[in-house]
């Protein structure tokens, strides 16, 4: 199954035999694990939904073709918020994507108040409510490892890829906006930026008429993106 350009960013992120488990959880009914199971990109890939149904879906397939995998596999349909990660030791890696941000917010506390001991990388790709995320991924003083911005079917994604470790250096800071994703090495990706800062504004601008307390502080920093990269229209 051909990975869509989404899920195709958040793979190339994952480098081979860094992780000695990795987490799909709400992934697109498993093609994303699928794919990572298929370049060994670890020893042990987990799937993880909340629907029987998608599950027993994922569980019919991967036995279908990957019964002889190299790389070993499990399926859960169980609350990402319950993941069992104690159970397994080496560095592990959670992908979130395919939820909002408040709800991928309720996901990394419970896993933090329960594994914070432990080595755990986050790879996470909201629809939207993306400033909260950040603010959270601040207030638990996790890391930035690598961060995207792409466009897939009309829709833009930020991708982030953090530690629960503590940041080492500044460059390490998650930013509140975030500072890598405004990078450009072509006009594309420079049309890329331009175009999701704009919605955003007009998001949050929108926002400010209803509820002007929430609104403002991503208002502010939004605009600072605009102006310190000179993206206004």
């Known amino acids: 199954m ?3 350009k989404r899920l195709q960013h958040i793979e190339s992120m994952i480098s081979d035999q860094y992780y000695q488990h990795i987490w799909d959880c709400c992934c697109d009914h498993g093609f994303l694990g699928a794919a990572l199971l298929q370049r060994q990109a670890a020893p042990f890939v987990h799937f993880v939904d909340i629907i029987p149904e998608l599950t027993s879906l994922v569980q019919t397939r991967l036995e279908q073709f990957f019964h002889s995998s190299a790389s070993q596999w499990h399926v859960y349909c169980q609350d990402v918020k319950t993941l069992p990660l104690e159970k397994f030791s080496g560095k592990q890696l959670v992908i979130i994507a395919g939820v909002g941000g408040d709800l991928m917010v309720e996901f990394i506390q419970a896993l933090q108040h329960q594994y914070s001991h432990l080595e755990i990388d986050y790879l996470l790709c909201p ?3 993306q400033f909260n995320l950040r603010q959270i991924l601040i207030n638990l003083n996790m890391s930035l490892k690598q961060e995207k911005l ?3 079917n009309r829709r833009y994604y930020e991708i982030l890829h953090v530690s629960n470790r503590a940041p080492q250096s500044p460059e390490d800071n998650i ?3 975030g500072k890598q994703i ?3 090495s072509n006009q ?3 049309i890329v930026n331009k175009r999701y800062l704009q919605k955003t504004l007009t998001h949050y601008s ?3 008429q209803s509820d002007p307390m929430q609104a403002q502080l991503p208002l502010q920093w939004y605009s600072h993106i605009r102006q310190q990269l000179d993206l206004s229209d």
């Open 2 to 4: 051909k990975l869509s």
């Open 127 to 129: 629809v939207y409510q």
């Open 150 to 152: 792409i466009e897939d």
């Open 175 to 177: 930013h509140p906006v």
């Open 182 to 184: 405004w990078h450009y």
């Open 188 to 190: 594309q990706q420079a």
């Open 206 to 208: 929108r926002m400010q």
